[in-house]
Antibody, heavy 119, light 111 residues
Framework: EVHLVESGGGLVKPGGSLRLSCAASGFRFSAFKMHWVRQAPGEGPEWVSSISPSSSYIFYADSLKGRFTISRDNAKNSLFLQMNTLRADDTAVYYC????????????WGQGTLVTVSS | NFMLTQPHSVSESPGKTATISCTRSSGSIANNYVQWYQQRPGSSPTTVIYEDNQRPSGVPDRFSGSIDSSSNSASLTISGLKTEDEADYYCQSYDSDNHVVFGGGTKLTVL
């Protein structure tokens, strides 16, 4: 069974940094494009970033303005999101998700990790 | 880039059919596949339709997807509504820059 487990969320002050992790199991992680998506409280999902299987192609939402960095370690079946200069409007549940076909859709999603940016 | 616009809410009675639309603001809806996700309160989104009209295994055939080039929109249709179908539904596509685009979501109430 495909399983994605995010970790690393928590409370951080504005301007701070946080590194999220996503542990993958149940599939050949190195063969799949992966995504990060976030969902602010009471809002719909917002795509954050994607990374190709070999990390050759990386894409970010324009709104992030270079503050976030996606990476992966195929040897450890892990996906990461480094978030810097965090702001209050970055507060959200952050999900990692597999891209089943490389066609920019998401299935499955992890259970999410909550990031709260507040002083 | 384009936006995907969904109605804020849809209500229908059990046993009836509900249809949720997703209108693309620019460019043809047929250019890029559309997916639909269901999200129940407190849970992560799950796929109910992918690649316009494909149903993942385990999703009942009461769920169907379509696209309409004349209205430049995609639709999710749920027939034989059950109370368990009550959830938020999001359409999703992608643009030419490989950016994923979500619709704003539709709250389906089955009452």
């Amino acid at each position: 069974e495909v399983h994605l487990v995010e970790s690393g969320g928590g409370l951080v002050k504005p301007g701070g940094s946080l590194r999220l992790s996503c542990a993958a199991s149940g599939f050949r992680f190195s063969a799949f494009k992966m995504h990060w998506v976030r969902q602010a409280p009471g809002e719909g999902p917002e795509w954050v970033s994607s990374i190709s299987p070999s990390s050759s192609y990386i894409f970010y939402a324009d709104s992030l303005k270079g503050r976030f960095t996606i990476s992966r370690d195929n040897a450890k079946n892990s996906l990461f999101l480094q978030m810097n200069t965090l702001r209050a409007d970055d507060t959200a549940v952050y999900y990692c998700a597999r891209d089943p076909t490389g066609g920019d859709w998401l299935d499955p999603w992890g259970q999410g990790t909550l990031v709260t940016v507040s002083s | 880039n384009f936006m995907l616009t969904q109605p804020h809410s849809v209500s229908e009675s059990p046993g009836k059919t509900a249809t949720i639309s997703c209108t693309r603001s620019s460019g043809s809806i047929a250019n890029n596949y559309v997916q639909w996700y269901q999200q129940r309160p407190g849970s992560s989104p799950t796929t109910v339709i992918y690649e316009d009209n494909q149903r993942p295994s385990g999703v009942p055939d009461r769920f169907s997807g379509s696209i309409d080039s004349s209205s430049n929109s995609a639709s999710l249709t749920i027939s034989g509504l059950k109370t368990e179908d009550e959830a938020d539904y999001y359409c999703q596509s992608y643009d030419s820059d490989n950016h994923v685009v979500f619709g704003g979501g539709t709250k389906l109430t089955v009452l």
